[in-house]
């Protein structure tokens, strides 16, 4: 190599603009913070939200719909990244403002670092979003993962919390380990790291399999811990139950949209070609996660466990959608598969949104309304977010005229298009068992007594955007169409 | 009136009369929200009336169409249409939910505005489904409609209601869940389509075609309720309040049978023809067994509750006879069925309204407080028990006509319960109202005022009328049910 071809280039930073502005934005917001009196942190939630739209304004204004690789072939930047942060940043807004309430009534979370933590952790996922070589895919999750520790120990007098961290921060250390040395494995079996290079000599065969499918298992074992789906879903439960709500919110929305994109860009844009061996694994992966999720849930009494089992069996209905991309040898299923696995990503986001939410807003004067029996007689207090609520569960268990049924039925079709009628199978009938806990919900808002009569109390601008995350959950359960065709679409130009 | 959305009218006039009806809020508008709701019910009724007037009586195509893409990317048509089998169901939907209104006029007395918007709503989904010709809408109109009967079971029901409304809700909701896997099947293989015109007419292989055929036969038999899957429904009834009851009898049951006649006969009509010997040895069990069950009964509500799964064994004895009279026979035996069993949940609900019991034991002589009440409630068990000259007989009667033709011992057993119905009504009713007055709760009675006496004779008028002249309602049947079983009688497997 002359020296002339060693000249240092200057990578193209348009594409990645609104990470850099991201990360100006964070760094700012976290000095800045510090100059800020606790009566005026206001300054500091409306510089985040600020921060959030810029980034948003940028993402679009950016997005040229084409595929274009930056920074050595280190970052992508399609169609997929764009449509899942704009949602990503809609979701960390509206997560900010239900939180905002709890927070201020904790004097030890009432500081700024919620909020800069917050917009590490939603940089950490559009890195992972935007991640085409193994170390980013890496850096963008740690950056997610080490943001999301502190978060759960935030409410540092709080044993539960803390003992949440632990947990989390452990097993979390233990998976990303487990991901480090698979992908340590993929660059031994290909000799690169590069996502879209692993394809490239996969397809051309100049590969080592044993090394490949060695590797292959603890990367699959990393991503299902990161999914939370069994048998790598111990710490969901406990850090769910265990973690500040307003910090459960937000670990139970915006990381699966990173998620997503993270199984997407290992699995399908760089190993494709060894599809069959990694959607063995997954298939079981997501049958046990319906399984335990589904029956374990029912014997829950306090609603954010419940929610964290009925996550467990989410991600593994989500995952069916991945695991029908392929069938035999034949990718023409491919797009239908994932773009409904995007699609149910994108809608369980919501609903959760709107369900956590609604613990927040039962949650006043310092204490948490996380306990079923918390939501008793809701139907007297308050009609509306009773009905709200109602529409959230309804959705979760897949009725229709609810988005979450035509999350159920894009990915149902997914499946039985791949011929995989018994999973189909297996997938209802696990649905019908989680119908059970989430009918039992709607018993307790509308059938039971109230045991506390107070009429809620919340900041208007939270019952707007609950009521408004309940109308779109509806919604879209009349009108599916344009959300399915985005995510079809923004597939289509990023596959 | 050819350019109006007729069917659309019919199923979101009542839905957005609920939601506006729920707008009212709390029970200090009460008076508001129920004359609201009357308001809404009746219109809801009246634009089902063209329906029947503009009905076109010689073809057997579907009319009143109404295609528009609904969610392109799976092909999902918002596709209505009604023939002779389902247009019936419509108006009946319709009529009952304006008797469901007036009958809570005064019982339902604590959240009334979400009790009257349910019914409403409820009854814009039940239209939809007998009005959809595409699979996917018809699903979500068929599972939609669970949620608001189970509000409706486990706010305003008695007891042991929550009981009740999980086992109902569920039960159905596990047979509705294969069916969908039938639909997405269904869906692949026709290549993409939706249409359930489309699969009538789509070939289909024998071991596909039983597959198919029971994932239906289950999904349709627990909401029929058939025998041995019928044990949510005498719960549900006995816990339901009377609103409740009479949809649940009057129309949910018949989604059951109508889903036979638009699935299971034409997609799969080969191994329809293959398995109707279960089908008809279910249905006997259902008459002959469940009609003991229903005689031992000591509570009025278990006892109709049971009497209805007897009067479904009916029905779908008819469909799988294959014969003109018999599938119109049910069909009428259906229709009936909603007067009746509607009338008979509203009677015993004017009584419990007075006694707050529903066990026979506890009355007695009632002819002496309530003579009037017991003049209708005489005229409901005769046409409960079949009685000649009300609507009850006629579908018997060409049910067992139909099986006489088919085979002499099915007939036999079927009109067995001729016996069995009439003693089961007569000997409840003998008790509850003849004798000397039993006990002071019923010697303090009062007979039925103006509101119920309207709800009484709106019953009547489709009871009586319908055995008196079934004409106007078998008329429209004939070139649909004609059609249906010649295409039933072709073979689909290639």
């Given amino acids: 190599m002359t020296l002339a071809e060693m000249q240092f280039q200057v990578p193209d930073l348009r594409l990645a603009s609104a990470e850099i502005f991201m990360l100006l934005m964070a760094c700012l917001i976290l000095v800045g913070d510090l100059l800020v009196k606790d009566e005026k942190r206001t300054l500091t939630f409306v510089a985040t939200q600020l921060t959030l739209i810029g980034a948003a304004v940028i993402t679009f204004a950016s997005s040229s719909g084409e595929t274009a690789y930056t920074f050595s072939n280190m970052y992508v930047g399609d169609l997929m990244a764009d449509l899942l942060k704009l949602l990503l940043y809609l979701t960390v807004i509206v997560i900010l403002f239900y939180s905002r309430g709890y927070i201020l009534e904790r004097p030890q979370m009432a500081r700024g670092e919620y909020y800069s933590l917050a917009l590490f952790a939603t940089l950490g996922m559009m890195v992972m979003i935007s991640a085409s070589h193994l170390v980013t895919v890496y850096i963008g999750l740690e950056l997610l993962s080490l943001s999301l520790y502190a978060m759960v120990a935030m409410n540092r007098d709080s044993v539960p919390a803390t003992e949440a961290a632990m947990k989390y921060f452990v097993l979390g250390a233990l998976a990303s380990g487990l991901l480090l040395y698979g992908m340590s494995m993929i660059y031994g079996a290909t000799g690169t790291l590069e996502i879209p290079a692993i394809a490239e000599r996969l397809y051309m065969g100049q590969f080592d399999k044993g090394i490949l499918v060695f590797g292959l298992v603890f990367l699959v074992s990393g991503l299902a811990f990161k999914l939370g789906v069994v048998p790598f879903h111990m710490w969901i439960p406990d850090v769910y139950h265990g973690a500040p709500t307003a910090v459960t919110l937000f670990i139970a929305t915006a990381p699966k949209l990173a998620a997503f994109a993270m199984v997407m860009r290992l699995l399908v844009n760089g190993l494709i070609v060894v599809s069959q061996d990694w959607q063995a694994m997954l298939i079981i992966l997501s049958v046990l996660s319906m399984a335990i999720g589904n029956i374990a849930a029912i014997a829950q009494t306090n609603l954010k466990r419940m929610l964290a089992y009925s996550a467990i069996s989410h991600m593994g209905f989500m995952l069916l959608g991945i695991v029908t991309g392929v069938v035999g040898g034949d990718a023409r299923f491919a797009l239908n598969a994932y773009s409904s696995a995007m699609f149910y990503v994108i809608t369980y986001v919501l609903t959760s949104a709107g369900t956590f939410g609604m613990i927040l807003l039962l949650a006043r004067g310092g204490l948490e309304s996380d306990e079923l029996d918390d939501f008793k007689g809701l139907n007297r207090r308050s009609p509306w977010f009773a009905a709200v609520m109602m529409m959230m569960m309804f959705s979760m268990a897949g009725i229709p005229f609810f988005v979450g049924f035509f999350a159920k039925f894009s990915v149902l079709q997914a499946v039985v298009a791949a011929g995989h009628l018994w999973l189909a199978i297996v997938a209802v009938a696990f649905s019908l068992i989680g119908c059970f806990y989430y009918l039992r919900v709607v018993k307790i808002m509308y059938f039971d007594p109230p045991t506390n009569t107070s009429p809620i109390e919340a900041p208007l601008d939270m019952k707007i955007l609950m009521s408004a995350n309940g109308l779109a959950v509806a919604l879209l359960g009349i009108f599916p169409q344009v959300l399915m065709s985005l995510c079809a679409f923004s597939l289509l130009r990023s596959l | ?494």
């Fill in chain 2, 1 to 494: 009136m050819s350019g109006t959305p007729l069917l659309s009218l019919a199923i979101w006039v009542p839905i957005l009369a609920g939601l506006v009806v729920l707008a009212t809020g709390s029970d200090r508008n009460a008076p508001l929200a129920r004359a609201l709701s009357l308001i809404g019910a009746v219109a809801g009724l009246l634009v089902t009336i063209p329906l029947y007037t503009g009905f076109d009586l010689h073809t057997p195509a579907m009319q009143f169409v109404e295609l528009k893409p609904w969610i392109p990317r799976f092909n999902v048509n918002y596709h209505l249409g009604v023939d002779g089998i389902s247009m019936l169901f419509v108006i009946l939907n319709s009529f009952i939910t304006v008797t469901v209104i007036l009958a809570g006029w005064q019982v339902i007395d604590s959240k009334v505005a979400q009790y009257n918007a349910g019914f409403l709503i409820m009854s814009g989904l039940l239209n939809g489904i007998f009005s959809a010709l595409d699979g996917v809408l018809f699903y979500v109109f068929f599972e939609a409609s669970l949620i608001p009967l189970y509000l409706i079971i486990g706010i305003w029901g008695g007891p042991n209601r929550v009981y009740a409304a999980f086992k109902f809700f569920l039960f159905t909701l596990f047979g509705s869940l294969l069916f969908l896997i039938a639909l997405l099947y269904l869906f692949i293989s026709s290549g993409g389509s939706f249409s359930i015109l489309d699969w009538h007419r789509m070939p289909i292989g024998m071991t596909a075609q039983t597959w198919l055929f029971l994932a239906f036969l289950v999904a349709f038999a627990v909401k029929v309720p058939m025998w041995p899957v019928h044990t949510w429904l005498p719960d549900a009834h006995v816990e339901a309040p009377t609103g409740g009851s009479i949809v649940l009898a009057a129309i949910a049951l018949k989604l059951g049978a109508y889903g036979f006649l638009r699935f299971s006969l034409p997609i799969a009509p080969d191994a329809s023809h293959e398995l109707a010997g279960l089908v008809i040895a279910l249905s006997l069990i259902a008459i002959i067994y469940i009609g003991f069950v229903a005689l031992v009964q000591e509570d009025m509500k278990k006892l109709v509750a049971y009497s209805s799964i007897a009067h479904m064994g009916f029905v779908t004895l008819g469909f799988f006879i294959f014969s003109p009279l018999g599938v119109e026979g049910a069909l009428v035996q259906m229709i009936s069925h909603g007067f009746v069993s509607g009338a008979m949940f509203f009677s015993i609900g004017v009584m419990y309204d007075r006694a707050h019991s529903r066990l026979i034991a506890d009355y007695g002589g009632v002819v002496n407080t309530m003579p009037k009440f017991a003049a209708f409630f005489m005229l409901f068990a005769m046409a409960n028990a079949g009685l000649p000259a009300t609507s009850g007989f006629v579908g018997e009667f060409m049910v067992i006509l139909a099986a006489v033709e088919h085979n002499f011992w099915v007939a036999f057993a079927a009109a067995s319960t001729m016996i069995v119905g009439a003693a089961y009504t007569l000997w409840m009713y003998k008790r509850v109202v003849f004798g000397s007055v039993a006990n002071h709760h019923v010697a303090e009675l009062s007979d039925i005022n103006g509101r119920e006496f309207l709800v009484f004779v709106l019953f009547a008028i489709g009871a009586l009328g319908m055995g008196l002249y079934p004409q106007p309602f078998t008329e429209v049947m004939h070139s649909s049910v004609d059609e249906l079983l010649r295409h039933v009688a072709l073979s689909k497997i290639q």
